[in-house]
């Protein structure tokens, strides 16, 4: 942990930059296919910052760095030669069941981390960090310090504590022997915050900051009005008790705040961080358990997610990075070459999927685009006997078919000799 250095100022980055970069050397002797590039960079790139992200927040500057590191690494690999980026990154960094990579969106992670300390803070009371903090700040509630507004040597926690009200939202009080839980303020009951779905009660009872525990009684609940009710009023009242009534009492165990995102109640940086990315986007149809869940290398997985973004390097993709060519189907010649059209529509494509269409006996309208055959090959599967296998029947087309062309090689996406691929993916896969 750097000491003595600003927690805003770049230079507690260059560490994290410099030994990223030192991993990408090292990896650069090795030939890798992309799928390998991917779980090098899922598994390594994107842990070396985990540390510096838990504590201070992450600079877009330093995110700018890291991100093109991550980038290259995974269009480019080992090569020298600049070589196309097929997929928007901001697509690439998304969950795959988004129709993204599932590498990590460096800002969400950095949140989800720093939220671990608050949720550390709401129950680790006898531990020194907890107390140095708390006294620094004072208590808001029991689950949490005042907000940070001095702007004096406090850089460290106030930006931690800036993400309270979404650690907050997200959690509701799971109460035990009540003696942290405010009856009218913390969210405990399953319908909800008391104070704001019985406002009028809230301002009729005596003491609104009293806990659970000073409340409740052997005989249930003992509320002390500031008047006696007027004849309207009873009904609302009872209407209240009726939604309290069904308190089971007190248990032994402190009061302890419960994560809602999990079965368990307990925060994990890896839900905060889907929760975040949840509000981000929503992509209606994205075929990821076939790209992804199916039995076939994790290199293939990769060129199929290529394929269902229409972003292999097929000569339309090729002009439309600025390179002029005259489009011809490869195969057939007949047509412009697209992702498409190469690996569904083609007279000499089309073959091969009838092929395995009629061991089944099935009749089929083949679909406009990958992600929609994908999702069409599944549901004509749904009977199929072997359902695992049948899931793996695209991905082969589209490997046996994908590595006859040249650029494959080019692009390192299957790093096999095409007749090797072609022969292990029909001998040993089907
Ligand atoms: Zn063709």
């Known amino acids: 942990m750097p000491l003595g250095a600003k927690s805003k100022s770049i ?10 970069e030192k991993k990408l050397a090292r990896w650069k002797t090795q030939h890798l296919s992309m799928g390998g590039r991917l779980t090098l960079i899922n598994s390594v790139l994107n842990a070396l910052p985990t540390y510096m992200m838990s504590l201070f927040p992450i600079l877009s500057g330093v995110i ?13 690999g080992n090569s020298e030669k600049k070589r196309f980026h097929l997929v928007k990154w901001e697509s690439v960094v998304t969950r795959k069941k988004n129709g993204g990579l599932g590498i990590k969106k460096l800002i969400f992670q950095s949140e989800a981390l720093r939220m671990k300390w608050l949720w550390r803070y709401s129950f680790e009371d006898q531990l020194m960090w907890k107390r140095v903090v708390g006294a620094k700040y004072e208590a808001e509630d ?3 310090t005042k907000d940070v507004t001095s702007p ?14 979404e650690v907050k939202l997200n959690s509701k009080v799971k109460v035990g022997n009540g003696n942290k839980t405010k009856f009218w303020k913390d969210e405990w009951h399953e319908s909800g915050n008391l104070e704001l779905l019985f406002p009028d009660i809230y301002n009729l009872v005596l003491s609104q900051q009293r806990t659970i525990a000073e409340i409740w009684t052997t005989q249930g609940w003992n509320f002390q009005f500031r008047r006696h009710l007027n004849d309207w009023e009873v009904m609302r009242v009872a209407e209240f008790l009726n939604i309290v009534g069904n308190f089971n ?13 999990s079965s ?40 199929i997610w290529l394929l269902a973004k229409e972003a292999a390097l ?44 009629s061991l089944k006996g099935i009749s089929w309208a083949m679909p406009r685009r ?17 359902r695992t296998r049948w899931r793996i029947i695209p991905a082969s087309i589209c490997v046996v078919n994908g590595a006859l062309k040249p650029w494959n090689k080019t692009q390192n996406m299957l790093s096999a000799s095409p007749r090797l691929l072609c022969a292990s993916v029909l001998s040993s896969r089907l």
């Open 249 to 261: 009492g007190l248990q032994a165990e402190e009061d302890a705040l419960w994560w809602k995102g």
């Open 64 to 76: 700018k760095k890291l991100d093109r590191i991550r980038r290259n690494f995974l269009w480019q």
């Open 152 to 165: 004096y040597g406090v850089s460290l926690w106030r930006s931690i504590r800036e993400l309270w009200e």
């Open 264 to 303: 368990k109640g307990i925060f994990k940086v890896g839900a905060a961080y889907r929760l975040m990315e949840q509000r981000s986007q929503q992509i209606p149809i994205w075929p990821w358990r076939q790209i992804w869940k199916g039995r076939i290398s994790y290199k293939v997985s990769c060129f």
């Open 314 to 357: 097929t000569q339309d993709n090729v002009m439309k990075r600025g390179i002029t060519l005259c489009s011809r189907c490869f195969l057939c010649g007949e047509t412009s070459e697209t992702v498409n059209h190469l690996f569904l529509h083609c007279k000499f494509t089309q073959q091969l999927w009838r092929v395995f269409l």
């Open 11 to 20: 230079e507690i980055w260059n560490g994290v930059i410099e030994k990223c």
């Open 370 to 386: 990958i992600t929609e055959a994908l999702k069409s090959w599944e549901e004509a599967g749904v009977l199929a006997k072997d």
């Open 142 to 144: 029991s689950w949490m």
